[in-house]
């Protein structure tokens, strides 16, 4: 099983909304990836988590607020978003070490209105 | 740091024909490489990965590619284009910053099939 899942698959949120996506995965994984991909573009990491610690912070606004309850889980906490935050959140899990590599979840198609 | 760069943004082939998406890497180290494809609205699917065994990889749905170190690429290929194969292809190589593992990916290249 190399499935990744995401919710909600859709969410539209005004700029004063606090909101949260989440990701699961059931494979083992230690490590899990936020991404934000915007229209015909590729996916831009956010946010790294390794054995459950934030590794890498890609520089993004704290109106985004990542957290990883365990192994298993990962969040991402929306917070008086703009306009320009809208775009398809993608989660990412992989293996540490020689056996990287990511799989996807469908993502979240998120609007902020 | 690591980085990819995909060759043509855009690439149009007819249904049958064979299917070329190229990739260059650049990486200080012995590079593990990636193909991922993703349909629209939807999450990337990994189609096939290099991570230093056979210089040619075989992926999901007749896809492969080969690893070339002397010219520095790792191009797709897949014999014979069929109309599911119409999507967006990404090109990745992993970099690991502060002792973390992520991809780098490059621009990706429109895949059309024409019937």
């Not at chain 1, 990701?23 to 573009?41: I, L, N, P, S």
């Not at chain 1, 390794?50 to 298993?72: A, D, H, M, Q, W």
């Not at chain 2, 290099?50 to 897949?78: C, M, P, Q, R, W």
Request: hydrophobic share 35%; charged share 20%; proline share 6%.
């Amino acid at each position: 099983d190399t499935e990744v899942t995401q919710t909600p698959k859709h969410l539209v949120m005004g700029m004063t909304n606090k909101k949260s996506l989440k990701c699961e995965q059931h494979m083992g994984h230690r490590a899990m990836y936020w991404y934000k991909q915007k229209a015909k573009k590729p996916p831009e990491l956010m946010f790294v988590y390794s054995y459950e610690k934030l590794s890498i912070n890609e520089s993004v606004p704290s109106r985004f607020s990542p957290e990883c309850p365990n192994s298993s889980l990962l969040n991402l906490h929306l917070h008086a978003l703009q306009p320009e935050d809208s775009a398809l959140y993608l989660c990412a899990s992989s293996q540490e070490g020689s056996r990287f590599e990511q799989y996807f979840g469908p993502g979240t198609r998120l609007t902020v209105t | 740091a690591q980085s990819v760069t995909q060759l043509g943004s855009h690439v149009s082939v007819s249904e049958g024909a064979l299917v070329l998406l190229r990739c260059n890497y650049s990486s200080s180290v012995p590079p593990y490489l990636f193909w991922y494809v993703q349909y629209p609205n939807q999450g990337l699917q990994l189609l096939l990965k290099y991570t230093s065994a056979a210089t040619l990889v075989k992926g999901i749905n007749d896809f492969e590619a080969e690893f070339k170190k002397s010219e520095t690429s790792f191009h797709l290929t897949k014999p014979s284009a069929h109309m599911s194969d119409a999507a967006e292809y990404f090109c990745a190589v992993r970099d690991i910053i502060q002792g973390a593992q992520k991809l780098v990916f490059g621009q990706g290249t429109r895949l059309t099939i024409n019937p």
